[in-house]
């Protein structure tokens, strides 16, 4: 008979902007800030991304959209690859990411797509420290994982090569 395995995640729900610890509010501020100026002419669906780095330096991006479609690029990546880039040695003590519709006020649940996930996998591999991860939840509420690997449980990292 086949062995069971189970995985555990553990997410802390924080209800309210008023249980995050300051430095994530900061970023989490930052990621609405980030919002504001995507590019998304075509979905009108405005994703945010803050990075906050040891030195409390943070760095942001937002998702960046193309009339060909595929060729765009999501928040979370924008700011990961635009962070490598400028930052090559940087450590990322914190992700924060939220969404929301052009022309609303409320904050929608931002939940990373894969391809995003295993970018996050790859950085977090990298600097071999958990990346901690704040998402804007339903309801005004956030969702804050201890790292990227919870996001993305089996992920394909550089040691499968
Ligand atoms: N998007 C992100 O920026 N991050 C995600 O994790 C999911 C989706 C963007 C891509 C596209 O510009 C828009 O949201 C609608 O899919």
């Given at each position: 008979m086949a062995t069971k395995l189970t995985i555990n995640i553990n997410i802390d729900v924080l209800?309210?902007?008023?249980?995050?610890?300051?430095?994530?509010?900061?970023?989490?501020?930052?990621?609405q800030q980030a919002a504001a100026d995507a590019y998304a002419p075509y979905s009108n669906f405005l994703v945010g991304a803050a990075l906050v780095l040891e030195d409390g330096t943070m760095f942001k991006g937002s998702n960046q959209e193309n009339a060909a479609y595929p060729s765009g690029l999501c928040a979370e990546r924008t700011a990961l690859f635009g962070l490598s880039a400028h930052y090559p040695n940087a450590k990322i003590k914190?992700?924060?990411?939220?969404a929301r519709r052009r022309?609303?006020?409320e904050f929608l649940p931002a939940m990373p797509c894969g391809a995003c996930?295993?970018?996050?996998?790859?950085?977090?591999?990298?600097?071999?420290?958990?990346?901690?991860?704040?998402?804007?939840?339903?309801?005004?509420?956030?969702?804050?994982?201890?790292?990227?690997?919870?996001?993305?449980?089996?992920?394909?990292?550089p040691e499968h090569l």
């Open positions: 209800e309210s902007a008023a249980e995050l610890s300051e430095q994530e509010l900061k970023a989490m501020e930052l990621a914190l992700l924060a990411v939220t022309h609303e006020q996930r295993q970018v996050m996998a790859e950085y977090e591999f990298k600097q071999k420290e958990p990346i901690p991860v704040l998402l804007q939840a339903a309801d005004g509420k956030f969702y804050r994982f201890k790292s990227v690997a919870d996001l993305l449980p089996f992920q394909f990292t």
